[in-house]
């Protein structure tokens, strides 16, 4: 096992740290007697009445120091690596990675591609399994970190190895036995595509990963993201309508012998599936308490409901207001119904929508979180936007009011000559966003599109 170094970055005011005249350039070197590996490690062991650290100072110095506390009392000590290890990068190259599909001169962070199994508990990320050793799986039985999101693919064996470009690819089902029979809490997902995965590939997929209920709850089948940036890539079709109506009568079909059997629908297709193929969404109970909406599945029905939730909370009144909304085309259709709803108990309330074409990676992609700030920009110059343009939070960069190009929320709003709004998720945060002319002025987003699974594809 490689020794990582666990520089402290700061010590929290008032805690145990700072009256052990712990300080920032400090290092951790053990706690009882046993090597740190990474933030998992750490928390299990401070996790005590008792605890003996070993630091080494600035000056080279070592201090051993005796730390009574309660039980889950933190120590007060933020790391400069806050997984207090190095990123593990994924080994695959998959047929479908959206990160290869990515042009040139964007920033450094956004070609990282990860695989790594702790940021699957910690941020909902999707590893492949295909670089964890034994000592891995252990790890996560021993600690029971749960769930653990794996992307899968397929079954089929052969077929994964030529997916994921890996020859040990078809190798992880033993891995996923063993957490099963550890009673590990797993999710998984299926990046469907055309020709390779799909039809009766999917069957056998969905038969095979179903043996592992109750402890994989639920699997998600999302389309593959096609951007135009995929020259010398592997050739992959776009779905059309009639893919879409066989892929969700498929899925379907299963839910239905599954629900009876484990009071789990389990198999679940993406929104996109449901808006290509022009059908309606399915009702609220089939998702299973919204286990994948990362995913992008029941992310519009949950929208639907909080808005209508939110709604019958208000009254209506005569308040003046114009304003306007910009989104992917994905997800327009259903913004703009929304809209409607509002305007019908405020009469006096005009919203302008518009859906926004990504010519930055392609016309094929079409969900709101892949869109950049200069495509933004150049489709809605001298278009009608009232006091204020909404935009959901989605577009920008975990924490941060940066779009994916790099431009950034002041630039938008220099450019259009407008305040904007980032609207969060939930349907109540749109309702306030569009009604009252302070919400939604903070610039940032929750999720994280960086550092992300190269299997991870998905649209959200």
């Given at each position: 096992m490689k020794q990582s170094r666990h520089k402290i970055k700061e010590i929290q005011e008032g805690s145990i740290a700072q009256e052990l005249e712990l300080e920032a350039g400090d290092e951790l070197i053990s706690i009882n007697g046993q090597p740190v590996e990474d933030v998992f490690d750490y928390h299990y062991l401070v996790n005590d009445e008792y605890i003996e650290l070993l630091v080494k100072k600035q000056s080279g110095e070592e201090w051993e120091l005796e730390v009574e506390k309660d039980y889950d009392e933190d120590l007060g000590i933020v790391f400069e690596n806050s997984l207090m290890d190095e990123y593990r990068s994924c080994r695959n190259k998959c047929v479908f990675c959206f990160i290869d599909q990515m042009p040139p001169g964007m920033r450094e962070t956004l070609y990282f591609k990860d695989d790594d199994s702790r940021l699957s508990f910690l941020q909902g990320n999707y590893v492949t399994l295909t670089n964890m050793s034994d000592h891995d799986i252990e790890r996560i039985i021993h600690y029971h970190l749960a769930p653990i999101n794996i992307s899968f693919q397929t079954t089929n064996p052969q077929l994964r190895c030529k997916m994921l470009?890996?020859?040990?690819?078809?190798?992880?089902?033993?891995?996923?036995?063993?957490?099963?029979?550890?009673?590990?809490?797993?999710?998984?997902?299926?990046?469907?595509?055309?020709?390779?995965?799909?039809?009766?590939e999917l069957k056998r997929s969905i038969k095979d990963l179903s043996k592992y209920l109750p402890h994989l709850r639920s699997v998600s089948v999302v389309p593959v993201g096609l951007s135009k940036f995929r020259d010398g890539l592997y050739p992959l079709e776009p779905f059309e309508k009639q893919d879409a109506e066989e892929v969700i009568d498929l899925i379907e079909s299963w839910q239905k012998k599954l629900y009876e059997a484990y009071g789990l629908h389990f198999i679940h297709a993406s929104d996109e599936w449901y808006l290509l193929a022009g059908r309606e969404l399915p009702e609220e109970e089939r998702y299973d308490g919204y286990l994948q909406l990362e995913n992008g599945v029941g992310m519009l029905r949950l929208l639907e409901t909080e808005v209508e939730e939110a709604l019958e909370q208000r009254v209506g009144d005569e308040r003046k207001l114009e304003l306007s909304f910009a989104t992917g085309r994905l997800a327009y259709g259903f913004i703009r119904k929304y809209m409607d709803w509002i305007q019908e108990k405020y009469p006096n309330v005009k919203v302008h929508g518009y859906q926004i074409v990504n010519d930055f990676f392609g016309e094929k992609i079409t969900v709101s979180g892949l869109l950049t700030g200069q495509d933004v920009i150049a489709q809605l110059k001298n278009k009608e936007l009232g006091e204020y343009l909404l935009l959901p939070c989605n577009l920008?960069?975990?924490?941060?009011?940066?779009?994916?190009?790099?431009?950034?929320?002041?630039?938008?709003?220099?450019?259009?000559?407008?305040?904007?709004?980032?609207?969060?998720?939930?349907?109540?945060?749109?309702v306030s966003a569009v009604l009252e002319k302070d919400a939604g002025r903070a610039h940032r987003r929750r999720q994280m599109y960086e550092q992300t699974d190269c299997s991870d594809c998905r649209e959200t």
């Open positions: 470009h890996n020859r040990f690819a078809g190798d992880i089902f033993p891995k996923v036995q063993r957490l099963f029979e550890a009673g590990i809490e797993m999710n998984g997902q299926i990046v469907l595509c055309k020709g390779l995965n799909d039809k009766e920008l960069r975990s924490g941060e009011n940066v779009f994916l190009d790099d431009r950034t929320v002041e630039e938008v709003e220099k450019e259009l000559k407008i305040p904007v709004k980032i609207v969060e998720e939930d349907g109540a945060s749109l």
